[in-house]
């Protein structure tokens, strides 16, 4: 069964530093992944972006402060998120492109989705 399942969000106060992961299994390899997220009242945006071969882009509002990684052994991606701000309060999601042994390539795979909440 492919799962893609985020972790790792919380309550923190602002300034603070989350690290959320993003794993995928049942799957063969994890392509290019993004992180997403989706404030309340708000459209889904692009928080930040790897591509297989490791290359990466940031929205502006996060650049400097959240840093995308992979691991490419442990079929997981993570988004270290640091100086948080109360306006980074969303539900964080996964997106990714999935190798899969029986159905090929699962393309715009999305996982649950992770609570972070940026107060004091």
């Known amino acids: 069964q492919v799962q893609l399942v985020e972790s790792g969000g919380g309550l923190v106060q602002p300034g603070g530093s989350l690290r959320l992961s993003c794993a995928a299994s049942g799957i063969l390899s994890i392509a290019a992944v993004g992180w997403y997220r989706q404030a309340p009242g708000k459209q889904r945006e692009l928080v930040a972006a790897v591509t297989s071969g490791g290359s990466t882009n940031y929205a502006d509002s996060v650049k400097g402060r959240f840093t995308i990684s992979r691991d490419n052994a442990k079929n997981t991606v993570y988004l270290q998120m640091n100086s948080l701000k109360p306006e980074d309060t969303a539900v964080y999601y996964c997106?990714?492109?999935?190798?899969?042994?029986?159905?090929?390539?699962?393309?715009?795979?999305w996982g649950q989705g992770t609570q972070v909440t940026v107060s004091s």
């Open positions: 997106n990714a492109d999935l190798l899969t042994l029986n159905m090929g390539w699962l393309y715009d795979y």
